[in-house]
């Protein structure tokens, strides 16, 4: 499971997404898995190296010595304690995920005329960049002031849910 992972890791996300959206032609459902098809590699492996890592703790060993069964210590002890970097990545695919949606509709692969993006509102503002130069300059400083915020919400969960960054912190506080 892990050499395939690694097989689509291999390509770029934009160049997949282009590749699966371009095979199977341009439609919301197959933009969003085109999208989520790239990010499946970096889940399983932060779930494998969490789950990895997490079994050899202490508490582990004590549900175990309960009688608990394997499953069990999974779903309610090893899961909640690799949901931390989970979530950060969640939203940190999220500003990638926009990213590669705009460069897709920009490229005209994307979102078609029914719904909005900002990469056809870059694409279609390009012929009049002389003229009216905010028509590009605005949904260009929005799509990157989303992707900032995504990018800063998931650096404060980080911080927040890190143990080790709580305790320094607490200690700075002090």
């Avoid at 899961?79 to 590669?100: C, E, H, K």
């Avoid at 919400?153 to 911080?159: H, I, T």
């Amino acid at each position: 499971v892990q050499r395939v992972m690694e097989g689509i890791m291999a390509f770029p996300s934009l160049v997949l997404a282009l590749a699966l959206v371009a095979l199977a032609g341009p439609s919301v459902v197959i933009l969003w898995f085109a999208i989520a098809f790239s990010a499946i590699p970096r889940y399983a492996r932060l779930v494998r190296s969490g789950v990895l890592t997490q079994k050899e703790r202490e508490y582990v060993y004590a549900a175990r010595a309960m009688g608990q069964s394997p499953l069990r210590i999974l779903i309610k002890q090893i899961l909640p304690n690799i949901m931390a970097p989970i979530a950060v990545q969640i939203t940190l695919d999220f500003a990638r995920a926009i990213s590669v949606e705009a460069a897709l509709s920009y490229l005209g692969l994307g979102l078609s005329v029914p719904y909005i993006s900002w990469g056809t509102m870059i694409k279609d503002a390009q012929d009049f960049l002389e003229v009216a130069p905010w028509l590009a300059i605005f949904p260009g400083l929005a799509l990157a002031g989303f992707i900032l915020a995504f990018t800063l919400v998931g650096d404060a969960l980080r911080d927040r849910m890190d143990p080790r960054m709580r305790r320094s912190l607490s200690r700075r506080m002090v």
